[in-house]
């Protein structure tokens, strides 16, 4: 039980959420080795790709684990650091990873697991995926924190259908809602996943980087300054940028090393 690192063949890195038994619902462990895992993997210059996903194929993971609830969040204050310390800052350790991540998702993708791949840059699912974030039936409401994310994605109308149907929906409907990136077959998620991550990994991991940060700068209201301005061109000074250009005018694949 908790959270599996494994290093695949190339630059990605494969995060999984795994508690057998119950559908990788997430404890208060796994959102604390889940944040470590996000920062740890940000700061290795090696790992250009990161892909979230739950150990076997029944579940992405199916929220938090509601039976500890009654401990960590028998108070206001212990509910504050669950919400906020946890697991809304393992969240914004995924949105705000510099590392391009990837979620693959097969079967149960609710609650926490749903916040969790709306915080993630692009989202596969199975075609027998199921999402939704029935909390409205156990009396409690979505911390806003942890709501954010899936309010940035998809605005208010789809997050308040979701929480206020508590209706679980399948994959194409996810799909329609701006929830997800695509939809496969089952057996294909991973292997897409993978070669999402090949896709990104074959890029100049320091142009993804930029990119996400200014996905991120951008949706602040307020207008760039001029040393962000300037800033936005500090490719030129890369070996990455040079190696791009001569690649180009030479015919072949680029080979970057981030510097």
């Given at each position: 039980?908790g959270?599996?690192?494994e290093?695949m063949?190339g630059p990605?890195?494969t995060?999984?959420?795994?508690h057998?038994?119950?559908?990788n619902?997430?404890d208060?462990?796994?959102?604390?080795a889940l944040?470590?895992?996000?920062e740890?993997?940000?700061s290795?210059?090696?790992v250009r790709?990161i892909?979230?996903?739950?150990?076997g194929?029944?579940?992405f993971?199916?929220?938090g684990d509601?039976?500890?609830f009654?401990?960590v969040r028998?108070?206001?204050?212990d509910?504050?650091?669950?919400h906020?310390?946890?697991?809304?800052a393992?969240l914004?350790a995924?949105?705000?990873?510099?590392?391009?991540?990837?979620a693959?998702?097969?079967?149960?993708?609710i609650?926490?697991g749903l916040?969790?791949?709306?915080?993630?840059?692009?989202?596969i699912a199975?075609?027998?995926a199921?999402?939704?974030a029935p909390?409205?039936?156990?009396?409690f409401?979505?911390?806003p924190?942890e709501m954010a994310g899936?309010?940035a994605?998809?605005?208010p109308?789809?997050v308040l259908?979701i929480?206020?149907?508590?209706?679980i929906?399948n994959?194409h409907?996810?799909?329609?809602k701006g929830?997800?990136?695509?939809v496969?077959s089952?057996?294909?998620v991973?292997?897409?996943?993978?070669e999402?991550?090949?896709?990104?990994s074959a890029?100049a991991p320091?142009?993804a980087?930029w990119?996400?940060?200014?996905?991120?700068r951008l949706?602040?209201d307020r207008?760039l300054?001029?040393?962000?301005?300037r800033?936005?061109?500090?490719?030129?000074?890369?070996e990455d940028?040079?190696?791009?250009?001569r690649?180009?005018?030479?015919?072949?694949k680029?080979q970057?090393?981030?510097?």
């Amino acid at each position: 039980m908790g959270v599996v690192i494994e290093r695949m063949n190339g630059p990605a890195l494969t995060i999984s959420l795994s508690h057998p038994g119950k559908l990788n619902a997430i404890d208060a462990g796994m959102w604390t080795a889940l944040r470590a895992a996000l920062e740890r993997a940000g700061s290795n210059p090696d790992v250009r790709c990161i892909i979230l996903r739950g150990e076997g194929d029944d579940a992405f993971a199916a929220g938090g684990d509601i039976e500890e609830f009654q401990t960590v969040r028998a108070t206001i204050d212990d509910a504050l650091h669950y919400h906020d310390t946890l697991v809304a800052a393992a969240l914004e350790a995924i949105q705000q990873s510099p590392i391009p991540t990837v979620a693959a998702i097969r079967g149960a993708c609710i609650g926490g697991g749903l916040e969790i791949a709306g915080c993630c840059d692009i989202r596969i699912a199975g075609e027998s995926a199921r999402f939704g974030a029935p909390i409205n039936r156990l009396g409690f409401s979505m911390y806003p924190g942890e709501m954010a994310g899936l309010l940035a994605l998809v605005g208010p109308a789809v997050v308040l259908e979701i929480l206020l149907e508590g209706r679980i929906f399948n994959a194409h409907e996810a799909l329609a809602k701006g929830l997800l990136s695509r939809v496969v077959s089952d057996d294909q998620v991973f292997a897409e996943a993978d070669e999402t991550a090949t896709r990104i990994s074959a890029g100049a991991p320091l142009v993804a980087r930029w990119h996400k940060h200014w996905a991120l700068r951008l949706t602040h209201d307020r207008p760039l300054s001029e040393a962000e301005k300037r800033s936005a061109f500090d490719f030129l000074a890369t070996e990455d940028y040079r190696e791009g250009i001569r690649a180009f005018f030479e015919k072949r694949k680029p080979q970057f090393t981030g510097k």
